[in-house]
């Protein structure tokens, strides 16, 4: 549970911890909450040669509506997400999802841009980020740049954020207003992950047909998708169990299911129908 | 203080515990102390080329790097404590560091001593071995086989013990109505106390004597076998188990990491701590269970049952453990007919080599395998038989009047009353109307599940002579000495070794109704070597029926002395004195009387003492009970399963258990709680897996899935008492009953609520998948 | 490359305290073996068991999952500055009282865990305290009489916290009446 020595400096602001990051010439890694790094870390599975504590910089833990959009500073804990009025109020999708996030101590200190940020394929927050349109915002050497959740994360672990940038927040859209929404999660029963976290965000409107539909599936392979077919099922539909249960049949259609230790790819597949079926009855019904 | 025993008192050792004022191994810090880290074998089966140690030695932190090699001649093989007679028994030296050749993932290659704990770690990386990769054996039944990789190359076919007990004529088995056949896998578990293992050298260049402070349930087990393997004198050997975060037998054994720290203390001449981690832990340390269970139970259509054939393959692992051998055969085939009166019974055991970390007792060792394949048989006959799993164990449950009862196998069971735990479970969860609910349920298409477990099982060991006859390298009487200060303060010596258990209340409360006195004037002395003469700890449910017993033997010796104190300062005859809440009283004669206090002044000032009588106020016991305890009860549990996903939901857990003389309610009713989240732990989510090349596939905590709080419903849980005939306190066992009694009755919940989908057995744990998958196949039927 | 130590300075149980270390010392090791606060104990290596946790600015954290020098700063408790055996904490009442533990190893991470359980939610339900128990393992007692012990410690302090809140109101109105 000892990390191979490394060396540790923090920033005080963006821009600084930006200066820091080019300095260390490759060896420098990011460091928030830990909750992320350190595990793997203890292992030695990862070896930085300098820890750049970001968690001082102040304004990257505020949340601010624009628009449509909730912008998520980047250090804002899963705890404070989950309690956030702003976030309560306009994406309670987002704080259900953190909220079931690893447990209290975990929620205390793992960060919000940190989560997005490590690319886990087993998280719980991605299934929330890909229904809610997430845009990440990068700031780096050139400026700032925003990237949608489906070309920052590409891969289990692999984000494209760029060489020397840090996240500086996640921006989220803002549902309609007469949508509902749930996160239904499987806590794997060792690592408190999902095996499957079902992210959805559903309206009717007043024709009584669904108009607003997304799905988004974490936990089941190597990345977060949405289930593009079972929105397309359902969009413009009046919602009936017969129709959630037609279109949940299609919840694996855009993933690629995983096989572990617990769970095969098949029994995952059959997971996302029950569990995409239950998350929208629970919404819809 | 009267009436302490059964009283639900808070525990003396808890004000301590709760202000993080114990004292666990790795809060020990000694001056000049060095870190250990032991560099294990990542293969389970390779031969070791060459060991480069060099780089390691360069550290400016480094003292000292050891191999097997180095060993050689110098630290002797750590042994087995259970050698079992008439079974072929072949046991393999363990040499506390493997020396050409690693058998297990986990298996000690080199002993690095640096002076700072994260060096000692930096140092493991710069260690480099050669390995030639060898094939190994994983899985018992496949190493039986011929061909297959063997272990130590000179023992044939990996098998390490094969015994027998019990005969069961052919023909009763052809001549029965019905045979039953299942065969059901008690898979390998993780005892998992919280607190990994540990252990603390330090040698008196002086005095030549080693302290070795480790993580053991059983300090004087540890100090006769380590003195062995040491060389060392057991009067120069002094051990202590700290304060211990539990240990549920994984830390009964003798392991050779605790050799290992001892001879580096006194090779260097310095204190050396070594405390293993978590995922260290689950390849290093021994594990429970592992066991094929072949299970044949005949008798006829009526539900007599006449006759059980049991074969059990276990996986002994790598080396045999200091309990390893005993358990999957005196502890498991003795008891395979559980609380029936089944009247022949055989079984067979083969313990198998493999290339795994080695098996040894986990709570319950044997008894819990063997109350799993009678209780799991038991309903699948009722299945056969259409008959409701509660009437056929009505039928065969050894009746009241039997006792004390001889079963098949020659065990005689000390006292029962096997329907009065039963009659209580079924009333509480209103038995009859819970069948017509589920009834009811299942044809709106809901599985609910009902499973009993009317079990019994055997512990607090005894007498000595049949330790001997079935091969312990112990004994199994306990020890206690009772000195009463002059003050009328009193310390008793115990030889057992808590860790979680509460002796020091509830042996205190023993002593405080003997002696009335009250709890605070009493303190309990356990663990420690040097302040116990001998004794053999705590494990097997032995604490407080033997243990306990051993206590109130000494107490009574001290009332017994101190009443002929009182007798002659009161100038009254012995028989004429009486003793209660503390006072010496002469019969009769208001106001003639001596506190106990007052005595313990006179008997320690020896100024006036009964002619020819010795000083002092103290007595010790060693007592040896004349049998085995048997623990009994019935558990109930109620499931619901997702038909779409195989979860398994509690609905609720019902345990009525009875253990003899309760002496605390509150700290029995704690012990049958933490027992049953272990057996259902081992139902529901533990299993180790093993990748056919012998790699722990489900070795960290990421893994492996320990019970969380969230699992479990309310445990209802109440006591029947039926006391024992064979301690002086009446008193069974309590700590193993949850765990033995909890996995079966779990099992059979599920199978009952699958039984419409003719589902008899699922692997355990009952991962959803697996449930799910039976729901698929019997759909697909 | 010469890595140099750092000091970290934090206030554990009210108290001050500083040692210098090297940047990778897990918060911890750096309670238990430099500052000799040995309460907090080491249960596993991947942040499951939770038998180290402790509260950093009163929220409950792993201190296993964080480094000293990310603590430098930082107001601390731990299982020693909950309360002596003498006055007992209302959580360490409760754990005694409801035979809340067994061997004990787990006990300090658990009750510091249902601290800041109690802190996000004064008065949960059965169910919320085994859901809050998420983050902690303990091997011995089944949970039950933790949640027994968790739900009597909530009971006191609220009631405490309302005579406090009665307390301030009272010694309000008086300071009001004096002028």
Known sequence: MIPVKFDYTHAETVDEAIKLLQESGGEGKLIAGGHSLLPLMKFRLTE????????????????????????????????????????????????????????????????????IAHADPAADLPAAAVVLEAEVIVQGEDGEETMGIDSFIIGPLITMLPENSIVTGISFAIPPAHTKSVYLKYFHPASGYPVIGVAAVAGVGADGNIDYIRVGITGVGDIAFRAESVEQTLLGQKPSKALIQQAAKLAAEEGEMGSDLFASAEYRENLCRVYTERALSSILL | MANAVGAPLKRKEDPRLLTGNGCFADD?????????????????????????VEEALKSPHVIAVYTGKDLEGKIGPVPSSWLVPDCNLKEAPQYPLAIDRVRYVGDGVALIIADDRYAARDALDLIDVEYEVLPAAVRQKEAMQKGAPLVHDDIENNIALHWKAGEVAEEIMENAEVVVQESFYVQRVFPSPIETRAAIGQYNPGSEELTLWCTSQNPHIHRMVL??????????????????????????????????????????????????????HFTSSNAGRDEVIDVELAGNRDGTLTAIRVKNTANLGAYLSTMGPGVSTI???????????????????????????????????GKPEATYQIERIIDLYAREIGMDPLELRKK???????????????????????????????????????????????????????????????????????AGAIGFQGGVWENSTVRVHPSGKVTVYSGTSPHGQGHATTFGQIVADKLGVPMEDIELVFSDTKAISMSWGTYGSRSTAVGGAAVAIAADRVVEKAKKIAAHELEAAVEDITFENG?????????????????????????????????????????????????????????????????????????????GRVINPLTAEGQVHGGVAQGVGQALWEGAIYSKEGQLLSGTLMDYALPKARFFPHIESSFTETLSPVNPLGAKGVGETGTTASIPAVMNAVMDALKPYGVKDIEMPLTPEKVWRAIQNGEGN | MAIENRKVTVTVNGQERSAEVEPRKLLVHYLRDDLGLTGTHIGCDTSQCGAC????????????????????????????????????????????????????????????????????????????????????????????????????AAKIMAEANEKNDQKVAASQLVGEGNL
Not at chain 2, 340 to 365: K, L, M, Q
Not at chain 2, 410 to 416: E, H, N, P, W
Not at chain 3, 74 to 94: C, D, K, W, Y
Request: glycine fraction near 10%; charge should be negative; charged fraction near 25%.
């Open chain 1, 48 to 115: 930085p040669g300098v820890l750049i504590d970001i968690s001082r910089i102040d304004q990257l833990k505020e949340v601010k509506k624009e628009g449509d959009r909730m912008i998520v500073g980047a250090l804002m804990t899963h705890n404070e997400a989950s309690k956030h009025p702003l976030i309560k109020e306009h994406v309670p999708l987002l704080a259900d999802t953190v909220r079931q996030i690893g447990d209290l101590q975990v929620r205390n200190r793992g960060t919000i841009g940190g989560n």
């Open chain 2, 28 to 52: 020990i810090q000694l001056p000049g102390m060095l870190h250990a880290v032991i560099l294990r074998s990542p293969h389970a089966h390779a031969k070791i080329k060459k060991i480069n």
């Open chain 2, 227 to 280: 003195a062995g393997v040491l060389g060392i004198s057991e009067a120069k050997l002094r051990v202590i188990a700290p304060d211990m975060g539990g240990g549920f037998g994984g830390k009964i054994g003798v392991y050779p990491d605790e050799a290992l720290i001892g001879y580096a203390a006194r090779d260097l001449g310095r204190p050396v701590k070594w405390i293993e981690q978590r995922s260290e």
């Open chain 2, 331 to 365: 502890d498991f085939g003795l008891m395979i007919t559980g609380a029936y009166d089944i009247p022949h019974a055989s079984c067979e055991t083969f313990g198998v080599y493999t290339n795994t970390t080695p098996t040894d007792a986990y709570r319950g060792a």
């Open chain 2, 396 to 466: 065969n449950l050894v009746r009241k009047e039997a006792f004390p009862y001889t079963n098949a196998q020659g065990l005689v069971y000390d006292s029962g009353d096997y329907e009065k735990p039963l009659q209580k479970a079924l009333e509480i969860v209103n038995y009859e109307q819970l069948r017509q609910e589920q009834e009811k349920l299942r044809k709106q298409g809901k599985l609910i599940g009902i499973g009993l477990s009317t079990y019994v099982e055997l512990c607090g060991f005894g007498p000595s002579k049949v």
């Open chain 2, 583 to 659: 006072v010496f009283q002469v019969k009769g004669v208001p106001g003639q009387q001596r506190t106990f206090q007052e005595i313990a002044k006179s008997a320690n000032m020896a100024w006036n003492l009964p002619e020819g009588m010795e000083p002092s106020l103290e007595a010790q016991s060693f007592f040896d009970p004349e049998n085995f305890v048997y623990p009994f009860g019935t558990h109930i549990a109620i499931v619901e399963v997702d038909k779409e996903t195989g979860e398994i939901e509690w609905k609720r857990y019902v345990c009525v258990d009875d253990v």
């Open chain 3, 53 to 152: 946790t402790i509260t950093v600015n009163g929220d409950a954290v792993k201190s296993c999952t964080m480094l000293a020098v990310q603590a430098d700063g930082a107001e601390i408790m731990t299982v020693e500055g909950l309360g002596t055996r003498n006055e007992l904490h209302p959580m360490q009442q409760s754990f005694w009282e409801e035979h809340g533990l067994q061997c004990g190893y787990c006990t300090p991470g658990v009750m510091m865990a249902m601290i800041g359980l109690l802190k996000e939610n004064p008065n949960p339900s059965e169910e919320e305290i085994r859901e809050g128990m998420e983050g902690v393992i303990c091997r011995c007692t089944g949970y039950q009489f933790i949640v027994s012990a968790v739900q009597k």
